[in-house]
């Protein structure tokens, strides 16, 4: 599964991370390629993750292999585990910038789990609550216990809900794994998935008083995942992930590998 997957979803992230070398500045790119979660490969820029936990609820494991970064949870009822980049990419000079997530395979969601993708202000390893993963300010894409995705946006005082719960759909194939772009800029932002059975293409203005502004400096990027209510222990594969502004030729690109990626899959799985 996990190098068919690879395959099929990476055909589209590895034409558009060659593009970006080529028409777009790298901020930030992790192919967890050399077995080494703490450090990136050849080719790689500000790569190395560490662990996050709500390490009173349980702590999970991390680690890389075989080309993924492995987040498991201990099997601990609402035991938060995830992965934050250890270094930062400046923004502050950006009027744009996208985030690209592979996601190899993970656990399914459903009413016991829930699993996030996050921009996010800091490195935080946690308070003992869970609120410490999320240092703001803060873009934070997720599935919910629900199984539905949602989208939430924090200047680091206020929370916004950008999308109201659940209308960017239900969660289906994410177990297959799956590509998810989100895209900040001035005027408001994009979210794009590749390998989804129902592909997010959502956009919108921000909201309240979060603006773009509020990512205008150094920024994180982080993966969590949550075992809700559950005492089986839960996992997300990630294949890459990458922060990049896009040059304005790029942006027909990425919807077009977008779109290679799902149509393969589409037809691997016919």
Known sequence: MKNRTKLLISAASAVLISSQAVTAQTLFLDDFENDNLATGGVDTVNAGFQLVSNSTRGTGTVGESGGLATIATSGTSFDNTGIVSINSFDTSALTSFSATWVVDSQTAPGATLGTELLIQGGTSNGTGDGSGFRTGPIFNFSIGDDAKWNLTANDGTN????????????????????????????????????????????????????????????????????????????????????????????????????????????????
Do not use: H
């Open 159 to 270: 929370n916004a809900a950008l999308v109201s719960s659940g209308n960017l759909g239900t969660a289906a194939s994410v177990s297959d794994g799956y590509a998810l772009t989100m895209n900040l800029n001035v005027a408001g932002w994009t979210v794009t998935s590749s390998g989804l059975s129902n592909n997010i293409s959502q956009s919108g203005s921000w909201t309240g008083d979060v603006t773009f502004s509020d990512f205008q400096t150094n920024l994180y990027v982080a993966a969590m995942i949550q075992a809700n209510n559950n005492n089986v222990s839960r996992t997300l594969n990630i294949d890459s992930i990458t922060v990049a502004v896009p040059e304005p030729g790029t942006y027909g690109l990425l919807a077009g590998c977008f779109a290679l990626g799902s149509v393969m899959l589409r037809r691997r799985r016919d």
